[in-house]
């Protein structure tokens, strides 16, 4: 488990300066496109080219190929979940069409975890945050979403406090029906705990004036470079797309 | 209950995007400024619930408090399913971006369903109410999981070991411990905090 805001926050080091000076709107704007294009592709040889533009991308980017592996594991329990009982599903022989559409639910996966890993790692999660902001989503949404990334690392530290309290009582875990009576407390425990907390900051930000709407830092013009690195991979992946359509 | 991207079809993913944002502006309408320490915190909360592991043999699972977000902020739910999500997709990589839309409405649907049911029943006791809440709302994402899986491609559905009935045999026993968490924790807050579930509360 994450224990504090260094945990989830991308370490930056060894990422190029010109994935970090892509403008943080346009490169959630790149993401989006090319993560539809990538779902809507039919075949596997050219989610296999998806694939491979994005893994090139992220290397040139300087993402490691460490931490792309450490963020394939993540999804492959769910990934395995759904194409091993789709490749057996229609039982033996196992037919090559369905181990064709796994493949291709496989590979569009993974194309799409880079392409994440691509947003999240080149830019601080407050850059991120902050792109949202200046995306005209409603300022309750964001004020929200501001909120609860704050609460989160409230919610880390007294979860740790608990874990080490339960485990100095001899609570070892399972799912004894008394177990769960404990986790059911416990979580009710927290929320009370926090509810409190949110109750004090809410009256200490109404105190200094707050609206329901926070202050977000000032955003960054797009400039051309960043129209460009926008459209360079929707144009890669417009073009997959067109080409597959055309001759597949 | 996280569905990865490529997973559903681009149609399926582009419909339910458009459905997610009907829902998360219907959450929206008439929002007060008092109610988002309160939705904040509980977002926060909803998120932090997947890392909770609750471990299990080799393996763990991870609460979803849908029912319980359903119970306590009512037709706010979606907005704090929504951005939970939004934080878990980014963050942890729980989820994806063009699934968002179908995970905000796979949770979403049974927390709405279960605020529903709780105001047409409000004298049920709070362990029950808490234990149908957790059930209700597990077993109702999955059986829209299940409809979503087969509108996006009847492979999913084929076959005695097929995606869906996994699905639905996994997620049985994982419901029954969701309705026993969420039992626990809702009788204990009527106990301690009932005005928690108070709608001006």
């Known amino acids: 488990m994450a224990k504090s805001q260094g945990d989830i926050q991308s370490d930056l080091k060894g990422i190029k300066g010109w994935a970090l000076s892509w403008e943080a709107r346009s490169k959630l704007i790149a993401v989006v496109l090319f993560i539809f294009g990538v779902v809507s592709l039919r075949t596997t040889s050219f989610a296999c080219l998806a694939f491979f533009i994005a893994v090139l991308g992220a290397l040139s980017m300087g993402v490691s190929v460490i931490l792309l592996l450490k963020r394939y594991l993540i999804i492959l329990p769910f990934l395995l979940l759904m194409t091993i009982p789709l490749i057996l599903g229609g039982g033996f022989p196992v037919e090559v069409g369905r181990i064709l559409f796994a493949a291709l639910i496989f590979i569009k996966a993974m194309t799409c975890m880079t392409v994440m890993t691509i947003l999240l790692h080149t830019q601080t999660v407050d850059d991120f945050m902050d792109s949202l902001a200046h995306l005209k989503v409603p300022p309750i949404i964001i004020t929200i979403l501001l909120l609860s990334y704050r609460y989160v690392f409230l919610f880390f530290d007294d979860i740790q406090k608990m874990q080490l309290a339960a485990r100095s009582r001899f609570f070892s875990g399972g799912i004894s029906v008394r177990n769960i009576k404990v986790y059911g407390q416990l979580t009710g425990v927290l929320l009370i705990k926090s509810l409190d907390r949110a109750e004090h900051v809410y009256h200490a930000m109404t105190a200094r004036c707050f609206t329901g709407t926070l202050r977000y830092r000032e955003k960054r013009n797009i400039n051309r470079y960043d129209i460009a690195k926008t459209f360079i991979p929707f144009l890669l992946i417009l073009a997959l797309i067109t080409i597959e359509r055309t001759y597949m | ?201």
């Not at chain 2, 994402?141 to 492979?155: A, E, K, P, T």
Request: with cysteine.
């Open chain 2, 1 to 201: 209950m996280h569905v990865a991207d490529s997973v559903l079809s681009v149609s399926i993913a582009i419909g339910t995007t458009i459905a997610a944002g009907g829902l998360v502006t219907y959450a929206l309408k008439g929002i007060k400024e008092e109610e988002v320490p309160k939705i904040s915190l509980l977002t926060g909360a909803f998120f932090v619930s997947s890392l909770l592991n609750i471990p299990i043999g080799p393996t763990s699972v991870h609460p979803l408090f849908g029912g319980f977000l359903g119970l306590v902020i009512g037709r706010r739910a979606p907005l704090g399913i929504f951005i939970g999500l939004i934080l878990q997709a980014t963050l942890f990589q729980h989820g994806g971006l063009s699934t968002l839309g179908a995970n905000t409405l796979l949770m979403s649907i049974p927390a709405l369903f279960v605020y529903w049911l709780a105001s047409l029943f409000p004298n049920i006791a709070s362990f029950t109410k808490g234990f149908l809440a957790g059930f209700l709302a597990v077993c109702g994402g999955v059986i829209l999981l299940v409809f979503l899986l087969l509108f996006s491609d009847h492979r999913y559905g084929e076959g005695a070991f097929s995606v869906m009935n996994i699905l639905l045999f996994a997620y049985l026993p994982l419901a029954l411990l969701e309705g026993l968490l969420t039992g626990f924790s809702v009788k204990y807050l009527y106990a301690v905090r009932p005005s928690l579930f108070n709608k001006e509360g």
